[in-house]
């Protein structure tokens, strides 16, 4: 965290966002307050992303008067719902602040370099070796930082890639703790029953869920089970739900995502 500054650019009228007024319309002026505290911690870390860890929850309870718990609501509600935030299995993060925050960083290194080469320059090296080291060095730079930017352009686009193929399912099921179990077993079972059995099978889920909670965790804003895509979501396909209705308890995820 040993930056010279914690400076990042942001649209000045980041406010009509849409995804930013979809989430100010569920939270209000305090949820833009909150958004924009993640940001900034985000700024300060190295590499511009932070953990899924307790210390990461608690540090954001702290600076924005939330529990923890609400906390990790807001944070799921702007990866899911307003799409604000990208998760990973480790990570969190800002797909704009990543983008512009290279920018700025690629900016000045150049300055760096530039001034690096004029101070380093002999006085009796000939003025034109000079400039040819110059620009053969500013090209090389060039071309690593062209291929470095490609690498993390095509990072990005792997990423969205990998939630394509089941963007659709994911949708109607709640569960982020789930999401590295979605990413390995989705494709496969896609092929075996099919996108719209399996979106039927999370309502079928999601409606269970909402009937234990009425009788049983009714404090709760959501309920999942870590275990889902594991084998759980057999007892709610087509032709299991036909047969007798599952009487599997929840498993309740109160930590992490």
Known sequence: MAKEAYYFSHDANSRNDPKILSMMLDYGIEGYGMFWIIVENLREQDGYKLKQDKSTWRAFAMQMHKTVEEVK?????????????????????????????????????????????????????????????????????????????????????????????????????????????????????????????????????????????????????FVIESTFWNGRYMDFLDENTEKVKPKVELKIVREGF
């Open 73 to 221: 609501i807001f944070i799921n509600d702007c990866v899911l719902e307003y799409e604000l935030f990208v998760i990973d299995d480790v990570y969190f993060y800002s797909e704009s602040l990543l983008r512009r925050m290279y920018k700025k960083d690629k900016i000045i290194q150049k300055r760096k370099d530039a001034a690096n080469t004029r101070w380093s320059k002999d006085k009796n090296t000939n003025v034109m070796q000079v400039h040819s080291k110059s620009n053969a060095n500013v090209m090389q730079l060039d071309a690593k930082e062209t291929k470095l930017n490609e690498t993390k352009l095509n990072e990005i686009k792997k990423n969205k890639e990998c939630t394509v193929g089941f963007n659709e399912i994911r949708k109607h099921f709640p569960g982020t703790k789930t999401l590295s179990d979605a990413k390995k077993k989705l494709p496969k079972l896609i092929k075996e029953y099919s996108v719209e059995e399996l979106i039927r099978t999370c309502e079928r889920y999601k409606k269970f869920v909402i009937e234990k909670r009425k009788t049983e965790h009714p404090n709760l804003n």
